[in-house]
Nanobody, 122 residues
Framework: QVQLVESGGGLVQPGGSLRLSCVAS????????MGWYRQASGKQRELVAT???????NYFDSVKGRFTISGDNAKKSVYLQMNNLKPEDAAVYYC????????????????WGQGTQVTVSS
């Protein structure tokens, strides 16, 4: 099995910063992509940012210039540095990864973490 565990959420004032972390563990053969999604109350889950194993980054338009995604292949980890946070950034943030498990290396699957709450409020 594969597990993703997030950390780093919390309460921050508008304009503040937070750094989210996610580490993958378990029977991992290869990680092809890691990223972050978020889901605000009453809304659909949306992409925030992704990073491929080769370092290609993709961002949701509303976070460009404020959020930075980075990864550490050796640590099987992905990070999201969030600066200049706005109330509309408040949501549960989920780590996502496309991983080939050592159980079946031919079938990469999407895995999800449990989520970490980010609250932006004065």
């Amino acid at each position: 099995q594969v597990q993703l565990v997030e950390s780093g959420g919390g309460l921050v004032q508008p304009g503040g910063s937070l750094r989210l972390s996610c580490v993958a563990s378990g029977r991992i053969y290869a990680i092809y992509r890691m990223g972050w999604y978020r889901q605000a109350s009453g809304k659909q889950r949306e992409l925030v940012a992704t990073i491929s194993s080769g370092g290609f980054r993709n961002y949701f338009d509303s976070v460009k210039g404020r959020f930075t995604i980075s990864g550490d292949n050796a640590k099987k980890s992905v990070y999201l540095q969030m600066n200049n946070l706005k109330p509309e950034d408040a949501a549960v943030y989920y780590c996502n990864a496309l991983i080939a498990s050592s159980v079946d290396v031919t079938k990469p699957e999407d895995y999800w973490g449990q989520g970490t709450q980010v609250t932006v409020s004065s």
